[in-house]
């Protein structure tokens, strides 16, 4: 059974971090580059981040670029998103998404919130 299981959020300050979890079983982690993605109410869900398998080569949303970092941990299946200098509008529910290399068919988590208010 594929497990994506987000952990990490809650509720922060602005200017404030979060890190967030993501630990994973029942698939080869490292066929699957992994992802953030985040949704807000009456919204799509856009891209945050993502990491290759092995390069670790990351990508960024324009947004989000220079305040967050995506890592992950093969040997342990699990990836990170560090989020500093919070803001409000970074307040959404964050997936953690798995997409395989090859067939490009994706693996979503139930999402975790992020609620940035003072």
């Known amino acids: 059974e594929v497990q994506l299981v987000e952990s990490g959020g809650g509720l922060v300050q602005p200017g404030g971090s979060l890190r967030l979890s993501c630990a994973t079983s029942g698939f080869t982690f490292t066929n699957y580059v992994m992802k953030w993605h985040r949704q807000t109410p009456g919204a799509e869900r856009e891209f945050v981040a993502s990491i ?3 390069t670790t080569a990351t990508n960024y949303a324009d947004s989000v670029n220079g305040r967050f970092t995506i890592s992950r941990r093969n040997a342990e299946n699990t990836v990170y998103l560090q989020m500093n200098a919070l803001k409000a509008e970074d307040t959404a529910v964050y997936y ?6 090859y067939t490009r068919s994706e693996y979503w988590g139930q999402g975790t919130q992020v609620t940035v208010s003072s």
Do not use: K
């Open 96 to 101: 953690c998404v798995a997409r395989n290399r």
């Open 52 to 54: 290759e398998p092995f």
